[in-house]
């Protein structure tokens, strides 16, 4: 700035009298600091949105954790249910354990990654729902190797809980993030092309029903809605 209004002084006291041709730089002074000021926010509304995407992205597979875990336990519960005396078995120890510190470092992680500040409040939801699972996992751990029902019923309650806030909190990122057309159709294409090869085994009665309900649960849509993005986009290329 200082440099800026030095120079406007040195043209001033060089072109005594030719008043019109200084307000004419000066003009074009300004246009180029409006130029300049657009491109920024140009940058910094692009580096928003790749910082939302890389976000979300990473809360998806987060996200697609959480019941795979879920359907961890509900399968070691049942091995126990079949067999009391499972318990005793080191590897299967380790195994409960293990999916109780996936959790347990997937909460720590949430709590302490960067958040883009449009998705603050969604964020705080999501670490509501990691509480949860991290309770229940904890009791969970408690309750099998200590061979007490009653605690790994309670650890139930609490991943019930979680996956009811979890519910909310998708409801509240599709009240504030919506996804474009053109996104959904990318991630799409980019699901066919890996589930089949890249085309090489396509079948349209396992595959279209598979990409749209990959796309239905990523973005918040129905299977009707995706469908419908993606044969829009297709007729229009």
Same mark, same amino acid.
């Given at each position: ?30 246009? &180029?600091?409006? $130029?300049?000021?657009? %491109? ?6 692009? +580096?928003?949105?790749?910082? !939302?995407? @890389? ?34 078995? &080191?590897?299967? $120890?380790?195994?409960? %354990? ?6 347990? +470092?997937?909460?720590?992680? !949430?709590? @302490? ?125």
């Amino acid at each position: 700035m200082l440099k800026k209004v030095g120079v406007l002084l040195l043209l001033g006291a060089t072109l005594t009298g030719c008043s019109d041709k200084l307000d004419e730089t000066t003009e074009e002074v300004n246009k &180029k600091d409006e $130029v300049a000021l657009s %491109t920024t926010k140009m940058i910094a509304e692009s +580096d928003s949105t790749a910082n !939302i995407e @890389e976000y979300l992205s990473d809360m998806q597979r987060f996200k697609e954790n959480i019941y795979i875990e879920l359907k961890a336990m509900e399968a070691l519960s049942q091995k126990m249910a079949d067999n009391p005396l499972i318990i005793e078995d &080191k590897e299967f $120890v380790s195994r409960i %354990t293990g999916v109780a510190k996936e959790v347990r +470092d997937n909460y720590k992680y !949430i709590k @302490e990654m960067g958040v883009p500040n449009e998705l603050l409040n969604y964020h705080s939801r999501m670490i509501e729902v990691f509480k949860e699972l991290e309770l229940g996992a904890n009791l969970y751990e408690k309750g099998s190797l200590e061979k007490n029902v009653e605690t790994v019923l309670e650890s139930s309650r609490h991943f019930v809980v979680a996956v009811n806030l979890l519910d909310s909190a998708t409801t509240e990122l599709n009240t504030i993030y919506k996804a474009s057309d053109d996104e959904i159709y990318e991630f799409m294409v980019q699901s066919y092309s890996a589930l089949t090869n890249n085309g090489e085994n396509y079948n349209p009665e396992i595959h279209d029903v598979q990409v749209s309900k990959l796309a239905s649960e990523k973005y918040g849509i129905s299977e009707e809605e995706a469908d419908r993005i993606y044969i829009q986009k297709e007729m229009s290329r």
